[in-house]
């Protein structure tokens, strides 16, 4: 659950027992909830909801009004979760001191920063983020974990029956498609390099042509493929070959290369003859936008449904997550009604219990808050630097 840094407990994580307590009730003007006898004060709200705001670039000016009224839901329902944890922290025996706290920032400046305490200071400057607040943050998530690690002690784990079962409704996510290592070496039609590297992601589909090309252009390019496969089919070193004739500059300089390729990866003309060659055939001269590429499949890898043997560990650590968010779900809810958690009528949500393998998420993003990582579900993550 944790690894160097404090192990974050997130915005969406606190929807995950939804809203279940009351709404408006024995609540001060100034409060926007009420978790046992302790109020959540509009203007702490305030300060929090810019404080996550400017981390996920979200603010009521810039921001759609629905997705702004979800995203001040979620930051009350982290608060509202983290003062449950902190009024029952006690009963599991947690406590979180300012030297813990410090151990961590120590442990951050040594090894991220190489004991530059004046560089970890900078970083947290040009983050816009105090000394203070950072400490403040890391002992919050720092006790939140501490009580989620109590709440999910007891779940068990994972039997070999239940991981079967979950392999056998999940075969296909145990599929592995098929795989092979390529290289290539691409003439252009009008003899300039580009950067290209076939992929459909557009990110590298890039040409340098700026003029129009012509049926002449085409028939060079074909001409000069067809005497590079020569000079392949007769033994030519393909490393050689590619720094002399590639004008794929991404590639020509490491002998072609393009390593690992996954259908869909490549544009259509390209990934029909990779996956119709044999093993160390080269191609015949194949057309895409870009020229003519010479191609050699190097290795294949065939299709295969992974076995449960092989992804026995994988699954127990699926199952055990669920059982973890299903417990600590169940605890915020009994929490929620315990200290009977109160909300301003306008700071209601309608967030019902999910199910164990539901994740509650925010639009799909994920954000950091003082350095630190907030992501959705029940599970944490870390990271290091301010």
């Known amino acids: 659950m944790k690894r160097l840094a404090v192990a974050v407990f997130l915005l969406a994580l606190a929807l995950s027992g939804g809203a279940l307590a009351g709404c408006g009730g024995d609540l001060s003007a100034d409060a926007v909830a009420k978790v046992g006898d302790v109020e959540i004060a509009e203007n702490v709200f305030?300060?929090?909801?810019?404080?996550?705001?400017?981390?996920?670039?979200?603010?009521?000016?810039?921001?759609?009004?629905?997705?702004?009224?979800?995203?001040?839901?979620?930051?009350?329902?982290?608060?509202?979760?983290?003062?449950?944890?902190?009024?029952?922290?006690?009963?599991?025996?947690?406590?979180?001191?300012?030297?813990?706290?410090?151990?961590?920032?120590?442990?951050?400046?040594?090894?991220?920063?190489?004991?530059?305490?004046?560089?970890?200071?900078?970083?947290?400057?040009?983050?816009?983020?105090?000394?203070d607040q950072l400490k403040a943050n890391y002992k919050e998530s720092m006790l939140m974990q501490k009580v989620y690690e109590q709440v999910t002690a007891a779940v068990s784990e994972p039997t070999d029956e239940e991981i079967a079962a979950y392999y056998e409704q999940n075969k296909d996510d145990y599929y592995i498609e098929e795989t092979r290592t390529a290289r290539h070496i691409l003439i252009a039609p009008d003899g300039e390099e580009t950067n290209e590297t076939t992929s459909t992601t557009g990110s590298n589909e890039s040409s340098t042509t700026t003029t129009e090309l012509t049926d002449a252009d085409w028939a060079d390019a074909l001409a000069t493929a067809e005497k590079v496969r020569d000079l392949l089919r007769a033994g030519g070193d393909w490393a050689q070959l590619a720094a002399e004739y590639s004008d794929d500059s991404g590639t020509a300089d490491s002998g072609g290369e393009l390593g690992v390729v996954e259908k869909g990866e490549m544009i259509q003309e390209f990934e029909d003859a990779l996956f119709s060659l044999e093993l160390n055939e080269i191609s015949q001269p194949v057309k895409t936008a870009f020229g003519y590429h010479i191609i050699q499949v190097t290795t294949i890898d065939e299709a295969r449904q992974e076995t449960l043997e092989e992804v026995t560990e994988d699954i127990r650590s699926t199952l055990l997550s669920q059982k973890q968010k299903a417990a600590w779900t169940q605890w915020i809810a009994e929490s929620k009604t315990e200290l009977n958690v109160i909300y301003r009528e306008d700071m209601q949500t309608t967030t019902t219990v999910p199910t164990e393998s539901t994740d509650t998420t925010l639009s799909g993003k994920s954000t950091t808050t003082a350095g630190q990582t907030i992501t959705t579900g029940a599970d944490t993550t870390t990271t290091a630097k301010p």
């Open 46 to 131: 305030n300060q929090r909801l810019e404080e996550f705001g400017a981390q996920y670039g979200y603010s009521e000016e810039t921001t759609d009004p629905e997705t702004w009224r979800l995203f001040k839901l979620d930051v009350l329902e982290y608060l509202v979760t983290y003062e449950m944890a902190a009024q029952k922290a006690g009963d599991y025996g947690v406590e979180v001191t300012d030297e813990d706290v410090q151990t961590e920032i120590d442990t951050i400046i040594e090894s991220y920063y190489g004991g530059d305490e004046e560089a970890f200071n900078e970083d947290l400057a040009s983050s816009d983020i105090t000394l």
